[in-house]
């Protein structure tokens, strides 16, 4: 009896899956201008003064520029930490760090190393599991960098495939011997090279994203490129290497900008260009010493400095996102899961805080629109160190042993050079409350915020190695 209620069961799964199948693919026939294709390319440590559109006059960008001409900039558009994994977790699930506890590693690491015990937690929504409830076929190309254990690679995050390397690239055998296996390049959840060859690592994440492309060019799709670069050591190919006027560094942004052309070019002759929705930005500031810019922002990569953590975004959906608009409106990457989800008709959890709103408001360039965020947070690791609200922006006094908190308007002092506290007490009381709801709420060094979800965790974690 109990087999013939299995077999019932199993025959009733099988239709139900067959049906939601027939839906999907209904739908997708009938989307014109509706649910969008969406491109996620996410540089590593480019700078907000590295591309041409951003003020670079020493890299060649023409792909990207155009990008900018054909859809917006965005100008106060911000990763959610100065580091790699922290900001990645915000991508992925739309929340700050300290929500889902990514913003350090067990060991109290700022970023995840190789064989690490801890990953995103896989009990936490993915962007591309939101997407996946629509029937998008999702891919992963790229550097991951939140989690390299088996229960946390992007296979079990919600993409259909994954190609890339599992954290940064300077995390090879000579940064821990004994400890870091030679660098992997994954296919999915299997090491294909080690160490990978970096070269020409660009040239393949194109090839493999121009793939998918073309492989879901009659379904709705998500790609999340990852670039490994321009992360140190930079590695370019041979058409690239020596070729720019700014050293390593300059070649790496050049092939980054070939690429970006090189996809666009194929969402034109695939005829899908105007139901694809392409961002383009980075994980966090360019650092001190490579060779990137944050012109005119001061800081570097790590820092709460404005060169930290906003970063150069343009986004482009020809007829949907005004061609060579500017929004410097506060926006951030934990947006992109709400926007894209109401784009695709997925529900957001509903079930869970997720910090990130929905900014189409603001890439469609409505009548008035504004920043959703009365507030955004600055973390350095653990610590809330600054908050912006409109213009404004306060630098919380305990930083770098400052006694009092100091104010700058961003609109009049892009730099942060003018601390205007004093003639603007009322301003400084406003942002104090906004911050401490957000230590109530996100935690504060070791003060525990009321509102945080848990790592994903494993005991035994094991290197990745080849098979
Ligand atoms: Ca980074």
Partial sequence: ??????????????????????????????????????????????????????????????????????????????????????????????????????????????????????????????????????????????????????????????????????????????QRRGINPPLPLLRNNTVIEAPVDQNTITKRYTEEAIRFITANRDKPFFLYLPHTMPHNPVHSSEAFRGKSANKGYGDCVEEIDWSTGRIVQTLKKLDIDDRTLVVFTSDNGAASRWGGSN????????????????????????????????????????????TFAALAGADVPNDRIIDGKDIWPLLSAASGARSPHEAFFYYFRSQLQCVRSGKWKLHLAGKRAKPSPRLYDLDADIAEKNDVAADNPNVVKRLLALAEKARKDLGDGERAGTHQRPAGHVKDPLPLKMP
């Fill in 1 to 174: 009896m109990s087999r013939l209620l299995c077999w019932l069961g199993a025959v009733a799964v099988l239709l139900t899956f067959g049906s939601n199948r027939l839906a999907v693919a209904e739908e997708t026939g009938k989307r014109e201008g509706g649910r969008p294709n969406f491109v996620v390319i996410f540089c590593d440590d480019l700078g907000y003064g590295d591309l041409g559109c951003f003020g670079s006059t020493r890299h060649r960008t023409p792909n990207i520029d155009r990008l900018a001409e054909e859809g917006m900039r965005l100008t106060s558009f911000y990763s959610t930490c100065g580091v790699c994994t922290p900001s990645r977790s915000s991508l992925m699930t739309g929340c700050y760090p300290r929500r889902v506890n990514m913003h350090k590693s067990a060991r109290g690491e700022w970023v995840l190393f190789p064989v690490a015990n801890r990953g995103l937690n896989p009990d936490e929504i993915t962007i591309a599991e939101v997407l996946q409830t629509r029937g998008y076929a999702t891919a992963c190309v790229g550097k991951w960098h939140l989690g390299d254990q088996p229960p946390f690679l992007p296979t079990e995050q919600g993409f259909d495939s994954y190609f890339g390397i599992p954290y940064s690239n300077d995390m090879g055998t000579p």
């Fill in 295 to 338: 012109a005119p922002l001061s800081g570097f990569k790590g820092s709460t400095m404005e060169g930290g953590m906003r970063e150069p975004c343009v986004v482009r959906w020809p007829g949907h996102v005004p061609a060579g608009s500017i929004c410097d409106e506060v926006s951030s990457t934990i947006d992109l899961l709400p």
